[in-house]
Antibody, heavy 123, light 106 residues
Framework: EVQLLESGGGLVQPGGSLRLSCEAS????????MNWVRQAPGKGLEWVSA????????FYADSVKGRFTVSRDTSKNTLFLQMSSLRAEDTAIYYC????????????????WGRGTLVTVSS | DIQMTQSPSTLSASVGDRVTITCRAS??????LAWYQQKPGKAPKLLIY???NLESGVPSRFSGSGSGTEFTLTISGLQPDDFATYYC?????????FGQGTKVEI
């Protein structure tokens, strides 16, 4: 059974940093691209970032480019999102999501999601 | 970025109804479209991909159609478990984008 478990969320001041983690199990982690998708309170879904199966290629939404860094540790089956220069508009539930397609590069849609971790940016 | 627009934003329906949600893309995305269902406090669930392909385990009352810029999600015979918010998402090109959501309520 595929499971994705996010952690690392919390309250952070504007301009601060936070690192999210997502522990994956139930599938061969390195065989799939992985993604972060966020949802502001009461709002819709926004794709944030993706990383290829090997971790070599990364992709970002314009809204986070230059501030967020996605990475993965395939030896630990863990996905990361390093967030810096955080803004109030980054407040959201952050979901880890598995790309559906078997392969190195992301296809861009998601068949398994974690339960999410809440990031609140406020002074 | 490709903009995705769903209509309606809210839909009132009853058990047994046939429900249709529309999603329009700001430019052609061929058939690179997915639909998700989200219930309050839960993560989204993949229903349909490549516009009309039903994800494994999803009831056959869900169907999708369309190509280019206009797409529809149809629920034939609404069940109590189907009251939720539905999102379309394009994956023609990064950055991948979602519609604003359609809430199906009683």
């Amino acid at each position: 059974e595929v499971q994705l478990l996010e952690s690392g969320g919390g309250l952070v001041q504007p301009g601060g940093s936070l690192r999210l983690s997502c522990e994956a199990s139930g599938f061969i982690f390195s065989n799939y691209a992985m993604n972060w998708v966020r949802q502001a309170p009461g709002k819709g879904l926004e794709w944030v970032s993706a990383v290829s199966g090997s971790g070599v290629s990364t992709f970002y939404a314009d809204s986070v480019k230059g501030r967020f860094t996605v990475s993965r540790d395939t030896s630990k089956n863990t996905l990361f999102l390093q967030m810096s220069s955080l803004r109030a508009e980054d407040t959201a539930i952050y979901y880890c999501a598995k790309d559906r397609r078997l392969g190195e590069l992301p296809e861009g849609f998601f068949d398994y999601w974690g339960r999410g971790t809440l990031v609140t940016v406020s002074s | 970025d490709i903009q995705m627009t769903q209509s309606p934003s809210t839909l009132s329906a009853s058990v047994g109804d046939r429900v249709t949600i529309t999603c329009r893309a700001s430019q052609s995305i061929s058939s690179w479209l997915a639909w998700y269902q989200q219930k309050p406090g839960k993560a989204p669930k993949l229903l349909i991909y490549k516009a009309s392909n039903l994800e494994s385990g999803v009831p056959s009352r869900f169907s999708g159609s369309g190509s280019g810029t206009e797409f529809t999600l149809t629920i034939s015979g609404l069940q109590p478990d189907d009251f939720a918010t539905y999102y379309c998402q394009q994956y023609q090109m990064s950055s991948w984008t979602f519609g604003q959501g359609t809430k199906v309520e009683i």
